[in-house]
């Protein structure tokens, strides 16, 4: 039996409109513009269609003829080819973040590449594995790009950011992730002087940790994984510390978050050695979240012991003034929150998130978050028997729960119709219940 057909190849070829002898041509054409004049005819394209793979030393051509026709990059993967491999015996980086933000833009596909919850046994690349590790790209027909360019991704990526703590991830994330296909990906791949190539690199890793963070919001949680990954390989390639860092006291939150206490320990503590030099504001970003993560774990001493340090680096730090991720006291609060919800401490928790809420700022915070936390204090007020302080609070969620798209925030509000059928007797909780019902989806007023 002879091979099967490509289908990925024979449909990008119709896309093209072109003839078989045209399609040689073109693949020809980029060879003799590489240096390596070849000679495919019509019969040699036919029988990459019927499922014969192009020599290794092909494959590139034929993704660049395919690329520069149809206006977009093209992967190995697209187009039904093996997938590469680089000097260090892993896929490509580009590839790879191309192939998984375009499934990401596919809504038929969301469900399966966000399916599995935390893995215990994801593989972090350490920094000594990342660090300067980037294959080398060939360069297409995207013109040279410079520090501009690399100012527009930051830009772009702070606006993404916006409208995800405004909004919620899922109306921002589609649209990150067509940004990072369309726009980032082919810059990752011009031609560039070493600097600007590193500043480009590091900008498109904190962009892919942004819509990793989305993706947790929206609980497709393998998702953000594969984007966390790729975001750390693609800092250590630049150098960014401080952005494999950020990257992974994110995913210990996630970890944490889904209570997996070793793991979130795990990259916490990593996070924090990364760092080792890290000023004090950043110092209590990270000591922070090793406090929350050992609470999970059920390390109460070690948590406590990480909330001190916190609370001391905080004190240390000279600014107040905002840094994309900042840490302020009314963060503090809300890990010290945390942390005791985690050690059993109801009452404590529900002190420190009120304090939270008296120290947060209206400009700085986000709305989603403020959503959440409120929801939170809502759970914890009921647990311990508040139910009215809890209808209130349930209220100011509902307040602003119709504009934000979050897979948490939803999580919460399906979470208080759990928990309010029990009280309905109660006049409070009856028209809060009724309020809902008339304000969440069909689907959550279950």
């Known amino acids: 039996m002879g091979p099967e057909s490509n289908p990925n190849l ?8 072109w003839t078989l002898g045209r399609f040689a041509r073109e693949v020809n054409r980029v060879g003799t513009e590489g240096g390596a004049p070849k000679t495919y005819s019509a019969q040699t394209v036919h029988q990459w269609l019927k499922g014969h793979v192009p020599k290794a030393e092909a494959r590139p051509l034929v993704l660049e003829a395919l690329s520069r026709k149809l206006g977009r990059p093209i992967t190995h993967s697209e187009a039904g080819f093996p997938a590469p491999v680089s000097d260090s015996a892993k896929p490509s980086t580009v590839e790879g973040l191309i192939d998984l933000s375009r ?27 990342v660090v300067g590790r980037m294959e080398a790209v060939q360069a297409g027909e995207t013109r040279r790009v410079g520090i501009p360019e690399v100012e527009m991704i930051k830009a772009m ?15 921002a994330r589609p649209m990150a992730a067509a940004f990072l296909v369309n726009t980032v990906a082919p810059y990752l791949r011009a031609p560039a002087p070493e600097a600007v190539r ?4 590091g900008a498109a890793s904190f962009l ?4 990793g963070w989305m993706a947790v919001d929206e609980g497709l949680h393998r998702l953000a994984q594969n984007y966390y990954v790729k975001g750390l390989e693609l800092a250590g390639a630049s150098d960014d510390h401080f952005t494999y860092c950020h990257i992974l006291r994110g995913m210990s939150v996630q970890a944490a978050d889904l209570g997996n206490g070793s793991p979130a320990v795990r990259l916490a503590d990593a996070a924090a050695a990364a760092a080792p030099s890290a000023a004090p504001r950043m110092r209590a970003f990270l000591a922070g979240q090793q406090a929350h993560a050992h609470a999970v774990r059920g390390d109460k001493r070690t948590a406590y012991q990480f909330l001190r340090e916190t609370d001391s680096a905080i004190e240390k730090a000279e600014s107040q003034a905002r840094t994309f991720g900042g840490y302020s006291p009314a963060t503090l609060a809300y890990h010290e929150a945390q942390v005791r919800n985690a050690l059993g401490d109801t009452t404590g928790s529900i002190d420190s998130l009120q304090r939270h809420f008296r120290l947060r700022s209206s400009s700085n915070d986000s709305r989603r978050s403020g959503i959440r936390f ?15 302080a809890a209808c209130a609070n ?8 119709p504009t934000i798209k979050s897979g948490q925030v939803d999580q919460h509000v399906l979470t208080m119709f759990h928990s309010l059928r029990p009280y309905l007797k109660n006049p409070a909780a009856r028209e809060l219940y009724e309020r809902a019902r008339l304000v969440a989806p069909g689907s959550l007023a279950i």
């Open 10 to 17: 024979k449909h990008l070829y119709g896309q093209t409109g």
């Open 103 to 129: 499934q990401d833009m596919d809504p038929s596909r969301r469900s399966v590449i966000g399916a599995s919850l935390f893995s215990v046994a994801l593989t972090v690349p350490g920094w000594p594995d």
């Open 157 to 171: 990526t702070e606006r993404l950011s916006e409208l995800d703590d405004e909004f919620g991830g899922r109306h």
């Open 198 to 201: 590193k500043n480009m690199m």
């Open 208 to 211: 892919c940790y942004l819509i």
């Open 374 to 388: 409120t929801s939170m204090l809502a759970e914890r007020q009921l647990k311990v028997g508040h139910l009215e």
């Open 394 to 401: 349930w209220s100011k969620v509902l307040d602003d729960y």
